[in-house]
């Protein structure tokens, strides 16, 4: 395969644009050309990705412990443990255990730090 890779500007803005060209056609004026020859298809894609600064995203960092994050009740938690604990607690509030159950409560502390708990809860009178 015998590409042609056209460095113009379109729009005012620099873009990278390839196109196939036959040999026997004369350069277009005013655009600079440059042959490559590709060995496979695969080499074509992974060149312009390296081009035009769009190649593949890197792969994701592994979660510092991880963990995996899961949906319960159409809540978001950030790990399969703290969902758990979260239905347990929903349990025990319908127990009667609990009387008030909060998630993600702020607590301002000293220096201007913000803790954030993961479940709050209030207990009834008497209960454990």
Not at 10 to 33: H, M, S, T, Y
Not at 86 to 104: H, S
Request: hydrophobic content about 40%.
């Amino acid at each position: 395969m015998n590409y042609f890779e056209f460095n113009s500007n379109r729009g005012g803005k620099a873009d990278v644009a390839l196109d196939v060209v036959e040999f026997d056609q004369p350069q277009p004026a005013g655009i600079e050309v440059q042959e490559t020859r590709f060995a496979s298809t695969a080499e074509l894609l992974a060149h312009i990705a390296r081009e035009t600064g769009r190649g593949p995203a890197p792969a994701p960092k592994p979660r510092k412990y991880r963990n995996m994050p899961v949906v319960v009740d159409g809540i978001r938690f950030d790990s399969k443990l703290e969902a758990r604990c979260y239905q347990e607690l929903l349990l025990r509030k319908a127990a009667g255990d609990i009387w008030l159950l909060l998630r993600q409560v702020p607590f301002a502390l000293e220096g201007g730090v913000v803790y954030r708990c993961d479940f709050f809860t209030v207990s009834r009178a008497g209960g454990g």
